[in-house]
């Protein structure tokens, strides 16, 4: 068997997330069929992690195993693209792997990026890849807020109740605010997140830009552990999983 890595970009609106479910459109599901097709095997693709509906990808990570051996990659990845970009998915890299790698077990760092577009009017060209919030946004208390959230906490706070993760603890490494014009992007980095961590985290960041709560505010729905008392998670479609590091 040859083992082979692919990095994934797609468009997350008309999915039902990444991983296959036992209904909707997903992912992983046309993405392994494709290759399944091309090959002539049964193919079965293993993410390094799921991406909830709505949820976008600039460098999603996975593995496969085939009986054949790809000699010529770049056809490869031209005719699976062929079929997939349709649906706004793209195979930007296929590496060979040794038996050993694991897209998801293997995987250092996640990086997911979160993309707010602050202005008045709403997005045309970025509808459904941004969250448009209208009110002006305090940059600085953003910052203020993703700096006590870095390091290695219990964040049972931003935990979505059907979370089944073992540990709420978590190292978030690094949390980087940017603000170009209109367009502000949290990252946010970590060896793994909880089900639905990003998304409740930058809701509550969102509080804080909007002066809704101060950073005591902040600190003391932080430091409760109680998913009651955290802000309205951010909607999926302004997230991204933007790289992952092995």
């Not at 060209?125 to 209208?134: C, F, L, Q, V």
């Not at 006590?148 to 490494?173: E, V």
Request: hydrophobic letters at 35%; a positive charge.
């Amino acid at each position: 068997m040859h083992r082979y890595q692919v990095v994934i970009e797609y468009d997350g609106t008309n999915f039902h997330g990444f991983q296959i479910q036992k209904k909707g459109n997903t992912v992983q599901k046309l993405i392994q069929s494709t290759i399944s097709k091309i090959l002539k095997e049964k193919i079965k693709i293993i993410g390094s992690g799921r991406t909830d509906s709505g949820v976008h990808a600039w460098g999603q990570s996975a593995h496969f195993d085939a009986k054949k051996k790809i000699i010529n990659t770049v056809k490869f990845i031209q005719s699976l693209n062929f079929f997939l970009n349709k649906k706004q998915i793209s195979i930007t890299t296929l590496k060979k792997r040794n038996s050993n790698f694991n897209a998801r077990y293997s995987a250092k760092e996640r990086i997911y990026e979160y993309v707010i577009i602050n202005r008045l009017a709403p997005p045309s060209i970025e509808r459904n890849r941004a969250w448009h919030i209208r009110k002006k946004l305090d940059l600085e208390m953003i910052k203020k807020g993703a700096k006590k959230l870095s390091g290695t906490y219990d964040f049972s706070t931003f935990r979505a109740s059907n979370c089944y993760s073992k540990s709420p603890i978590r190292t978030l490494k690094k949390i980087k605010v940017k603000r170009l014009n209109e367009k502000i992007t949290i990252q946010f980095k970590s060896k793994s997140f909880l089900r639905n961590q990003v998304r409740s985290m930058v809701g509550c960041l969102k509080y804080l830009g909007e002066k809704k709560w101060s950073i005591k505010k902040f600190e003391s729905v932080f430091e409760s552990k109680n998913r009651k008392l955290c802000a309205p998670p951010a909607p999926a479609h302004g997230l991204y999983l933007f790289k992952v590091n092995y």
